[in-house]
């Protein structure tokens, strides 16, 4: 498999050494960009398969350059960001990104947070019109309305489907508790989001052998939730 190319789109020239010393030792293609400006030009001129993101650049708040991305591209975008705040993380997934890192980050944390995403990206490249998804022992016939679990018909609730579907529908991305609630009920309000926490706790149970220690569905506490591809 081809190695994807990154744009690294970072001001901070330690930061950007350390990402791209990493991704050349790890046989990663890249290019580099400073500055916003310098990052959409190369986002549509490289066409790159996956954007590592800082959000504070010198002329640009990342969260717009998602934006902006967005309005052509679904290619990933990993934010990479000093920024620790739930509130900042769920700005940019809401804005459209895909997962995030906090500085400091451990290199091998980096990697693992592109291997989720290169898996995304397999994801995403193959045909996504297909009516059947396969993850682990679960399997879920869209055409059908069915989900079932290591062969066995699950008896889930029509809002525990949804929310099943939704999230194998974006496997390796993080879903904010506003986009799940946006998408399930159509708004986002407050005891919606209450409502959320208890449907994934049933959900949970009929999915996961160990619930405590979730094998599908990751929990990103105070943020919202990720279907991992296992
Ligand atoms: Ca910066």
Known sequence: MNKPLILVIEDDKAVRTLITT???AHDYRFVEAISGEAAILAATSYNPDILLLDLGL??????????RVRTWSNMPIIVISARCEDADKICALDA???DYL???FSV?????????????LAIMNTDTSGSEFVNGNLRIDYAA???????EEMHLTPIEYKLLCLLSQNTGKVLTHTFITQKIWGNAWENNIASLR??????????????????????????GY?????
């Open 22 to 24: 990493t991704l050349k």
């Open 58 to 67: 010198p002329d640009m708040d990342g969260v717009e350059i998602i934006s």
């Open 96 to 98: 459209g990104a895909d």
């Open 102 to 104: 906090t500085k400091p």
């Open 108 to 120: 091998d944390e980096l990697l693992a947070r592109l291997r989720v995403t290169q898996r995304r």
């Open 145 to 151: 309305g069915c989900a079932y679990l290591g062969g």
């Open 198 to 223: 208890v449907f994934m706790a049933t959900l949970r149970k009929k999915l996961e052998s160990a619930p405590d220690s979730p094998q599908y569905i990751q929990t990103h506490v105070g943020v």
């Open 226 to 230: 990720r279907m991992m591809k296992l």
